[in-house]
């Protein structure tokens, strides 16, 4: 653009909001995990897989589309470059040709630029913005060649450059580049013509791009510890970066000015509302709302673009919209990426983050060449000049409007007045840098790599104390640092570290509790999360590469040292080689959730809450009623051990709430004061029934009509027992009378069609621990049978460590469908343990629409007729192999069955020989008129009566087989269960007993199986020769 068209009116261009993709490789948790690759890149289209549907792909098209998964390899520089000329890795340099020299033309030629990174935690947003050591990001890049073009311009040219850098966290501004800390942050203000700004913000101007690479370091030192004094994660917060830049004409006497924002923005995960589902602070924290808000405005967008009518725009709803308004549907030209991560682990939050950019695409901008003479820029000076008066001038020193729009102060004084902080600094940083050769120190690590490295504790000969009181050597913040915490003992060439009293000083995952010393590139963590990595003395330094020891890293190494793997957890599916990505999920939010929880308790401690905190795996030794393991998640159970309450908070309910005790900690850091309503207490939650356990009881024996009475034990989520039940269950008539042995049926097809009756009778508890725990508790059983659509719920029983239940219900099948049928063979009622607190609310009776009139009894088996899966396609190869087993002897019986049919199809044939006769034999009395009694009876008749009596005798003596058969079989799928339950101990010096001991449980199971099958067979021979002998008696 010439100086001619800089004259004219500006027109604004209409375009919509460019999108790039970005997908990057695996983290080192996600490799160790086993995790697998959903994403695929073609072009600019991008394809994500649902891991748990292979066929199920969604394509997205944008703009840019970046590889930067595999196929890449370091140059001597340690710069991430394509592994071959094939090879499709974006590296940091290609991602910035395409973004930031189009961010940097549009600066030039006076066009307002925005670039947004959205993405979930740890998707690499912050890698594209800022970089990585040599791997530089498309902020500083932009910075870099901004300065490189200056330096090109033509005398008559005045180029100005301002930068300034803030964070918002929970609706709240902080000057990263000031020292001093305004309570309640920074304030957005709005004015007709600059629209919204930040009252009070420090703008620094700078001249070359060094300046800005020590500033962006400072920024960083703030941020991190500021992070550290407000215990919020980096991941909550938005980092804006601005450069206000400025071209002046001399010769022509024209302005163009262009403001440059980049915005790396939080975690997208937080968008939803924390996922807190069902919480009663569901609402409470403000951390979301920036997002959420953002999400909102883009919608409406989104919406007008396509013709539909928006009543309102909701820019005003927080303070990063405030900010970003003119970058979403105004006078800007904006672009944004979204960044997703590879792994199946993370498809919700990767889909969710693709959809997000799809509806962005849609927003429409109108961007403004922004030029004006100087003459009116002098007039709109003045006003402003006016409007502040003598005093706001002053009281805005350090506001770039007030000193370089305003023109109270010339470019030259800013200048001057910046490059006396500039040798204050690089001072400083100088005497920085021979300590760090010289000495050994500490370096923190955070979540953030942007912020790890970022601090520096120097060690010095002699003790130095660590902790918060200002009179240690190394002043340290955050949760769980006493005033004096730990000593560091610098001595003959040696360093050691000793925990203060009880204070928490973990080294390598282990805790310590005494003097130890330390080794080169040890890793460090002192109170709840401070970690640090220790940098030895220059002797024993080499080339080791520092990134290894990431946030992760330290997680990892605690997490191993607590037993915490995801061997744990489950194991993957049988014969595949490949880990269950729901376990690997699991997993990985145990490990990201623990040091959450540390933090809610030393909070908890803190305020005096009373309140501890421990993670869980919901369902780790659980499954469902065919006996597959049930989905695990991780779950936090919450105690309270002066009233022994308990709660029992899901995932999402804890991290919502985790934010809330943040909020409020903070507000106890700066006022010493935690009082707060009870309702709006994130550490209170009114007390609620607690899922203590599960029974199976396998119904198989129910399919042959004969009746089951066992003590089943109630398991936990970690597969301990928590009760023992006795329950029995009965086939009956369908007045309730019991059936008996005679009743019993060798087949269940048998059963097809008919009607079955049976009671299921909840006797009692045993050995209750939640009882035994606190007398003053309860317990209530839950269960559901078949397709009845509502649980039933036992009536509670309180204070008694072995409740008695007697409770008994009826449950009819008026025609038993096959389904139904296979139902009972190869499934179990699961009964639920529920334990109550006083004062929390029982579980009611549901009303049931599936009462049979007139009787009062259960339904079940309401659904049509219709042809199922045979048993053998049930149990699909997703069971153990040892249940593999198990079923082959089960369809062994299946040819006894056969044998057995075929005999009692013989003996129906000899029942109706027999009534034949027997009807001829009336016939001939009828004939006699005399009414002469024949005392003789004819020999076919006295055998065939014979042969009835012998065939009535075996199958008795069949149905006695198979009744302790099953009862085998269901002793057999217990021990299984328990089996698979079983978990390798945390202590290396048990696993030997251990693998005995499973060993044994194998045998012994093996034993059992055989031994049962070996004795039908033997019971069902004994039977079919007697049989044998039976015939060739009749034959002779």
């Known amino acids: ?163 300034s850098m803030l964070e918002i966290y929970n609706e709240q501004i902080r000057d990263l ?38 500033l962006m370091e400072q920024a960083s030192k703030t941020r991190m510890t500021a992070s550290t004094n407000m215990n919020a994660s980096s991941s909550r917060s938005h980092m804006v970066i601005t450069i206000q830049f400025k071209q002046v004409f001399l010769d022509t006497a024209l302005t163009r000015q262009s403001s440059i924002n980049m915005a790396d923005l939080a975690g997208s995960e937080r968008q939803k509302s924390s996922g807190a589902e069902g919480d009663r602070l569901r609402e409470g924290s403000r951390v979301n709302l920036s997002l959420t808000s953002l999400g909102n405005v883009i919608s409406a967008l989104a919406d007008s673009a396509m013709g539909k009518k928006v009543l309102h725009i909701p820019y005003r709803d927080s303070v990063l919209t405030k900010l970003l308004q003119s970058a979403l549907g105004g006078n800007s030209r904006t672009t944004l990426i979204a960044a997703i991560s590879p792994a199946d682990i993370c498809y919700e939050e990767t889909l969710s983050t693709l959809r997000y950019a799809e509806r962005a695409k849609r927003v429409q901008n109108r961007a403004t060449v922004n030029t004006c003479t100087l003459v009116r820029a002098s007039r709109a000076e003045n006003k402003q000049l006016l409007r502040f008066g003598d005093a706001g001038a002053e009281e805005h020193s350090a506001c770039f409007l007030a000193e370089w729009q305003l023109g109270t102060r010339t470019w030259a004084h800013l200048l001057e007045q910046a490059r006396k902080e500039w040798e204050e600094q690089y001072a400083a940083l100088s005497q920085e840098q021979q300590m760090v050769k010289a000495l050994p120190h500490l370096l923190n690590v955070n979540e953030d790599p942007q912020l790890t490295g970022v601090l520096k504790f120097f060690i010095h000969n002699g003790s130095c104390d660590a902790g918060r009181a200002a009179s240690n050597a190394i002043r340290l913040r955050g949760l769980g640092i006493s005033g004096k915490h730990a000593s560091f003992v610098n001595l003959d060439g040696k360093v050691t570290v000793t925990p203060h009293g009880e204070c928490k000083v973990i080294v390598n995952g282990v805790p310590v509790t005494s003097r130890t010393k330390l080794q080169h590139l040890d890793r460090i963590i002192l109170g709840s999360n401070s970690a640090f990595l220790y940098i030895g003395f220059p002797s024993e330094r080499g080339d080791e590469d520092l990134s290894r020891y990431d946030y992760d890293f330290f997680q990892l190494e605690r997490a191993a040292a607590e037993g915490v793997s995801v061997d744990m957890l ?10 269950d990505p729901s376990v690997l999920a699991v997993f990985q939010d145990y490990i990201k959730l623990m040091p959450l929880v540390v933090e809610a308790n030393q909070m908890s401690e803190e305020l005096k809450k009373g309140l501890k905190m421990e993670l869980k795996v919901k369902n780790l030794a659980s499954s469902d009623s065919r006996g597959f393991d049930l989905q695990k998640e991780v779950m936090v159970k919450v105690t309270k051990p002066r009233t022994h309450e308990v709660w029992i908070w899901s995932k999402a309910k804890f991290i919502n709430r985790k934010f809330l005790m943040e909020e409020l900690y903070q507000h106890f850091l700066e006022s010493e004061d935690s009082q707060v309503a009870q309702e709006d207490d994130p550490f209170w939650d009114p007390v609620e029934a607690v899922h203590l356990g599960s029974a199976h009881i396998w119904l198989q024996s129910l399919a042959y009509h004969m009746m089951l009475e066992e003590q089943v034990e109630f398991l936990n989520y970690d597969g301990l027992e928590e009760a023992v039940l006795h329950i029995r269950i009965t086939p009956c008539s369908p007045e309730g009378w019991a059936r008996g042995e005679e009743d019993m049926v060798i087949d269940p097809l048998e059963l097809l069609g008919k009607r079955l009756d049976f009671q299921i009778h909840i006797v009692r508890c045993l050995g209750v621990k939640w009882l035994k725990e606190d007398a003053s508790r309860g317990i209530q059983l839950g269960y559901r049978i078949y397709d009845l659509p509502n649980t039933l719920y036992t009536k509670p029983v309180w204070k008694s460590v072995n409740p008695r239940v007697e409770e ?17 063979l190869t499934n179990a009622l699961v009964v639920d343990l529920w334990g109550l607190q006083e004062g929390c609310a029982e579980f009611g009776f549901s009303q049931l629409d599936s009462l049979l009139p007139g009787e009062g009894h259960i339904v079940v088996d309401t659904e049509k007729l219709s042809s199922v899966k045979t048993v053998s396609q049930i149990m699909s190869n997703q069971v153990p192999e040892i249940y593999q087993k198990l079923l082959t002897l089960e369809q062994e019986t299946e040819l006894l069955r056969d044998i057995n049919r075929a005999l009692r199809e013989e003996n129906v044939f000899l029942k109706a020989s027999l009534e034949k006769t027997g009807s001829a034999q009336h016939a001939r009395r009828a004939d006699n008129p005399e009414g002469a009694e024949v005392r003789v009876q004819l020999p076919a008749v006295r055998e065939a009566k014979q ?73 069902v021979a004994f039977i079919v020769k007697k049989k044998k002998e039976y015939l060739m008696q009749s034959q002779q």
């Not at 199920?56 to 703009?63: A, V």
């Not at 919204?196 to 791009?209: H, I, M, Q, T």
């Not at 489950?570 to 080689?577: E, H, L, Q, V, W």
């Open 1 to 163: 653009m010439d100086n001619g068209e800089m004259g004219k009116t500006p027109v604004p261009s209409t375009d919509s909001v460019r999108v790039a993709v970005r997908v990057r490789p695996f983290s080192q948790r996600e490799k160790s995990s086993g995790s697998q690759c959903v994403i695929s890149m073609q072009s600019q289209s991008t394809t994500i897989r649902d891991p748990k549907n292979r066929e199920h792909l969604k394509t997205f098209t944008f703009d840019l589309a970046y590889w930067s998964h595999d196929d890449f390899q370091k140059d001597k520089d340690g710069v991430l470059i394509p592994s071959n000329p094939t090879s499709k890795f974006a590296g940091q340099l290609q991602v910035f040709h395409d973004i930031g020299r189009g961010i940097l033309d549009s600066a030039w030629r006076g066009y307002n630029a925005t670039l947004l990174a959205y993405g979930q935690t740890g998707s690499g947003k912050s890698y594209s913005m800022i970089g990585f050591g040599t791997n530089k990001g498309i902020i500083p890049r932009v910075c870099e060649e901004l300065f490189q073009a200056i330096k090109m311009q033509k005398k008559n040219l005045e180029l100005q450059v301002m930068f």
């Open 177 to 214: 580049l000031s020292r001093t800390k305004i309570p309640g942050g920074l304030r957005v203000r709005e004015d007709q013509q600059l629209g919204f700004f930040v009252e009070g913000l420090k703008w620094v101007p700078c001249e070359n791009y060094a300046q800005i690479e020590k």
């Open 570 to 579: 489950g194991t993957g599916s049988p014969g595949d080689g490949q880990a």
């Open 808 to 824: 008994t219900v009826h449950v009819v099948a008026l025609s038993a469908s096959r389904k139904f049928l296979d139902y009972l």
């Open 947 to 1019: 042969m009835c009596v012998q065939q009535a005798g075996c199958d008795a003596q069949l149905a006695r087989a198979l009744k302790v058969f099953y009862g085998g079989m269901s002793m057999a799928r217990r021990q299984l269960l328990r089996l698979r339950q079983c978990r390798p101990p945390e202590d290396d010096k048990m696993l030997r007993p251990f693998v005995h001991q499973q060993s044994q449980m194998l045998k012994d199971l093996e034993d059992l199986l055989e031994s049962s099958l070996r004795r039908l067979k033997n019971d």
